[in-house]
């Protein structure tokens, strides 16, 4: 088990940007991957970015260019950093922690981008 923590969401206008943290209770370094999904009002759960216990990173095409996923295994964080944020990046953005899939979750943080 694990509890995941999100912080970091908020209002922020387009072309802004916002570094989202989620803190993890226990060693994130034993899980085959960390991620972020989001979900927007009406519509599915969706991956963001994920990254592997070796660093490797994928990202959703969306996002891509805009967004560097990155974790401190010290810290037992990981981080999503999004910049030129368009309104339809406005969502509840979760984080992940997987051995199979993602099997844990936290409760989100909502980022809201405005026009």
């Known amino acids: 088990q694990v509890q995941l923590v999100e912080s970091g969401g908020g209002l922020v206008q387009a072309g802004g940007s916002l570094r989202l943290s989620c803190a993890a209770s226990r060693s994130i370094f034993r899980f085959n991957a960390m991620g972020w999904y989001r979900q927007a009002p009406g519509k599915q759960r969706e991956l963001v970015a994920k990254?592997?216990?070796?660093?490797?990173?994928v990202y959703a095409d969306s996002v891509k260019g805009r967004a560097t996923i990155s974790t401190d295994n010290a810290k037992n964080t990981v981080y999503l950093q999004m910049n030129s944020l368009k309104p339809e990046d406005t969502a509840v953005y979760y984080c992940?922690?997987?051995?199979?899939?993602?099997?844990?979750w936290g409760q989100g943080t909502q980022v809201t981008v405005s026009s």
């Open positions: 990254i592997t216990s070796d660093g490797r990173a």
């Open positions: 992940t922690a997987s051995v199979t899939g993602p099997d844990y």
